[in-house]
């Protein structure tokens, strides 16, 4: 009766386990008094292997935030992040009167964040692309379209000083904080002033086919900006009087009409850490053991692999009733170097195709999934109690490799150290924490 009664019990926990979003720790341990308790069991020393990978190209193209800068970064080296982008005509057959006089052609990007030293000046050119983008194409973070060979800034040493958090005044008001980049005259007149192709947007793009906006190497630790280039105060503004009366014109960028990709460079890790190098470009995963990385910028990922938990677990009466990966922040200089907020797990299947873990599909919530970071414990947890359920059963059996990556990493700069599988430290070890029934 005691064994019937505890296949009862164990089986109703599976089923909450698959159908619901509860916790699980506890379920069913209410029935049953001291002398009926399930052989719940707990640990953390399940074997991970683990060391950290150069991230595959990733799609950049139209994405909410675009990147501009160069940072000097003391562990990952340099990173070099700029973008190309279409503008739109706001109508068809645009004028601008009998007699325009030309004042300027000014580019502007809203601020929506910051990587890095702001106090660092970057260097910022700024070129006319020399064929059109492709509607049709799919663009990813290294490729590299041609462009015209002269710098615009009217300036032709530019240096931005980044204020991603002031507020910048206009006529009688102040707006949200942007940048405000004053290209060359010759070029506002020649493009846009006196460009007879104003009737459509089509005769315009193929006229003028867009902008490349890059920064070049810059002294100290440099900065990565981040800006939003669908902004109804980011485009290019043309000043300009009529009659006297002083008027301006934006061409805008928007998702409907222009093609806009981010560009990054990494420098093949040539001024990162030995460490880091070693992993990255020599394929030592044994130094996975004490340190990982994590880096957005299409930059860093990390492989992790549980080569051990099917002959453990497989044929056993065990139903797992939570599963936990642990990861435990090294970083100890946040205020420049923000760590990600948030982390991204994806499935590595045998083949080579990338999925999401049956967590991340079936249970939407991230409260449920986890990766955000606690900067009180200095931990990111993921919940993957699906997955773990699933690798010691059959069908995973050759799909036991996971990435984790940084979210976001099209958009955003922010980087991650992290403890190993082996850590002088071992209480701080990348670890999964294992909460199961026996029966």
């Given at each position: 009766?005691?064994?019937g009664?505890?296949l ?10 698959l159908g ?8 069913g341990l ?11 069991r707990?640990?953390?020393t399940?074997?991970l292997?683990a060391?950290s ?13 675009s990147?501009?800068g ?5 562990i990952?080296?340099?990173?070099q ?6 503008f739109?005509?706001?109508g068809t ?5 009998d ?11 809203q601020?929506?964040?910051?990587f890095?030293d702001?106090?660092?000046?970057l260097?910022?050119k ?10 049709s194409?799919?663009y990813?973070n290294h490729?590299?379209?041609?462009v015209q060979?002269?710098?615009l800034?009217a ?13 910048v005044?206009m006529?009688t ?15 506002g007149i ?10 459509n ?8 086919p867009?902008?490349?906006v890059?920064a070049?190497a810059?002294t ?6 981040y ?5 109804s ?14 008027k301006?014109?934006t061409?805008?960028i ?5 093609k ?6 990494h ?6 850490t ?11 995963t ?7 990385y994590?880096?957005?910028?299409a930059?860093?990922?990390t492989?992790i692999?549980?080569?051990?938990l ?13 599963a936990?990966?642990?990861i ?9 170097f ?22 991340d ?6 409260s449920?999934?986890?990766?955000k ?10 919940r ?13 059996i050759n799909?036991?490799?996971i990435n984790?990556?940084v ?9 991650l ?5 082996n850590p002088?430290?071992f ?7 294992l909460s199961?029934?026996?029966?």
């Amino acid at each position: 009766m005691k064994r019937g009664l505890k296949l009862v019990i164990v089986f109703s926990i599976l089923f909450s386990l698959l159908g619901c979003k509860k916790e699980f720790d506890s379920i069913g341990l209410e029935l049953q008094n001291d002398s009926q308790q399930l052989n719940n069991r707990f640990t953390d020393t399940t074997t991970l292997v683990a060391y950290s990978i150069l991230e595959d190209s990733i799609i950049t193209q139209n994405l909410n935030n675009s990147v501009l800068g160069y940072v000097n970064d003391p562990i990952f080296g340099r990173t070099q992040a700029g973008f190309y982008t279409q503008f739109d005509l706001s109508g068809t057959n645009v004028t601008f009167g009998d007699n325009p006089q030309f004042d300027s052609l000014v580019l502007t990007l809203q601020y929506t964040g910051s990587f890095g030293d702001t106090t660092s000046p970057l260097s910022i050119k700024v070129y006319e692309i020399a064929e059109a983008l492709d509607a049709s194409k799919i663009y990813y973070n290294h490729h590299q379209t041609p462009v015209q060979p002269t710098n615009l800034t009217a300036k032709a040493n530019y240096q931005l000083y980044p204020k991603p958090n002031t507020r910048v005044r206009m006529d009688t008001s102040f707006v949200k904080p942007h940048i405000r980049i004053r290209l060359a005259d010759n070029f506002g007149i020649d493009k846009f002033l006196n460009n007879p192709t104003l009737t459509n947007n089509s005769a315009f793009q193929e006229s003028f086919p867009g902008l490349y906006v890059i920064a070049e190497a810059t002294t100290g630790t440099g900065n990565l900006v981040y800006v939003s280039l669908i902004s109804s105060l980011s485009g290019l503004t043309l000043y300009y009087k009529e009659n006297g009366t002083p008027k301006k014109y934006t061409f805008s960028i928007t998702t409907i009409n222009c093609k806009f990709y981010n560009y990054f460079d990494h420098f093949n890790y040539a001024q990162a850490t030995n460490d880091l190098k070693n992993q990255l470009l020599n394929g030592n995963t044994q130094l996975g053991e004490k340190v990982l990385y994590a880096q957005g910028t299409a930059g860093v990922k990390t492989r992790i692999k549980f080569p051990n938990l099917y002959n453990v677990y497989h044929g056993k009466n065990v139903v797992f009733n939570k599963a936990e990966l642990v990861i435990t922040n090294i970083n100890e200089d946040e205020l420049l170097f923000a760590v990600p907020q948030k982390l991204g797990l994806q499935w590595v299947k045998k083949n080579g195709n990338i999925a999401h873990l049956p967590d991340d599909e079936m249970y939407t919530s991230e409260s449920y999934f986890g990766g955000k970071y606690d900067a009180s414990t200095k931990e990111y947890r993921f919940r993957i109690t699906k997955y773990i359920q699933q690798l010691v059963q059959d069908s995973l059996i050759n799909n036991n490799e996971i990435n984790l990556v940084v979210n976001g990493a099209g958009i955003r700069a922010n980087r991650l150290t992290f403890y190993g599988t082996n850590p002088d430290d071992f209480s701080k070890r990348l670890r999964l924490e294992l909460s199961y029934t026996t029966y």
